[in-house]
């Protein structure tokens, strides 16, 4: 993912991966995908299939020639544009390499995964909180951690340790675990607004962290606590109903299916689409202030 991301014009909001499956929130960036220069599409490609590796398998940047012919072709730049921001194509390569990897290591053929994956469309802020809130608690949920900062191997805990670092990095700069910390959700699409990016969330990742928190402590004991004055707020601000917050994490996936949204986001996509409804209109009503 990590690779990928610096290849692709698609950001990560979130991620978990699981002992047989992986959920992922993406960001698919059609503006900085068309504003992008013919060199940079052909350089993204050829550097993702490379015509030589080096001696430890790494892909050897493209030459100046293999660009430029690459790009006389503009038909060819235009398709490859096309794929460099397309969801599809990036879990195509992504499910490929893990496939190649462990088929290399067990001597075997065939798919990893269990089948193509599924997707969901997250056209408003709440959705987005929702989905990614619910795929940060994966693991407690699974009960395979006990908290967020536990979950090993989900987007959170990668933003929890280098939130830590960079706070330890105030009263130590010199310390060097400490700043390779820090580092390590910098291919992540920040929360809230940085200087250089724009983020996902009307909300800092410290009003997040303690929203998930709150969350995650709700679903590990299985005892309903009452939300605060403060975490109320904060999913007013998103247009969601707080009383409904924790049906969310046991259900999402089975309340959702092509759009989450609320009821009036849901009909119109399904307009677009030529459909009268798509599954999740009554839980829209449930969850969304209106």
């Known amino acids: 993912m990590i690779y990928l991301s610096q290849i692709f014009f698609i950001g990560i909001d979130a991620y978990a991966i699981m002992d047989n499956?992986?959920?992922?929130?993406i960001e698919t960036k059609y503006t900085v995908a068309d504003s992008a220069s013919a060199e940079d599409v052909a350089f993204r490609w050829l550097y993702l299939h490379?015509?030589?590796?080096?001696?430890?398998?790494?892909?050897?940047?493209?030459?100046?020639?293999?660009?430029e012919d690459f790009i006389k072709n503009n038909e060819e730049v235009d398709i490859t544009r096309a794929k460099l921001r397309d969801p599809s194509t990036y879990m195509k390569e992504l499910n490929q390499s893990i496939a190649k990897k462990?088929?290399?290591?067990?001597?075997?053929?065939?798919?990893?995964?269990?089948?193509?994956?599924?997707?969901?469309?997250l056209p408003e802020e709440g959705t987005t909180l929702k989905c990614m809130m619910?795929?940060?608690?994966?693991?407690?949920?699974?009960?395979?951690?006990?908290?967020?900062?536990c979950?090993?191997?989900?987007?959170?805990?990668?933003?929890?340790?280098?939130?830590?670092?960079?706070?330890?990095?105030?009263?130590?700069?010199?310390?060097?675990?400490?700043?390779?910390?820090?580092?390590?959700?910098?291919?992540?699409?920040?929360?809230?607004?940085?200087?250089?990016?724009?983020?996902?969330?009307?909300m800092s990742f410290k009003e997040y962290l303690v929203l998930l928190?709150?969350?995650?402590?709700?679903?590990?004991?299985?005892?309903?606590?009452?939300?605060?004055?403060?975490?109320?707020s904060?999913?007013?601000?998103?247009?969601?109903?707080?009383e409904k917050w924790i049906d969310t994490f046991l259900s999402f996936e089975k309340d959702f299916k092509r759009v989450a949204g609320s009821e009036n986001t849901i009909r119109k996509q399904a307009k677009k689409a030529n459909n009268h409804w798509f599954q999740g209109v009554g839980?829209?009503?449930?969850?969304?202030?209106?």
């Open 21 to 25: 499956h992986m959920h992922i929130v």
């Open 50 to 67: 490379p015509k030589k590796k080096d001696k430890f398998g790494q892909p050897i940047p493209p030459t100046k020639k293999e660009i």
């Open 102 to 121: 462990i088929n290399k290591e067990d001597g075997t053929t065939g798919r990893f995964w269990r089948g193509r994956f599924d997707s969901v469309y």
């Open 134 to 149: 619910y795929v940060d608690l994966n693991e407690i949920r699974a009960k395979i951690a006990k908290s967020p900062e």
């Open 151 to 202: 979950s090993k191997f989900s987007s959170c805990y990668r933003r929890i340790k280098a939130e830590l670092a960079r706070e330890k990095l105030k009263d130590e700069p010199n310390n060097e675990i400490a700043k390779e910390e820090s580092k390590l959700d910098n291919w992540l699409e920040p929360v809230f607004n940085t200087k250089k990016k724009r983020g996902f969330l009307n």
């Open 213 to 232: 928190d709150w969350t995650g402590r709700q679903i590990r004991d299985d005892k309903r606590g009452a939300i605060s004055e403060e975490l109320e």
């Open 234 to 242: 904060i999913l007013k601000r998103v247009g969601l109903k707080s």
């Open 283 to 290: 839980c829209a009503k449930q969850h969304f202030i209106q």
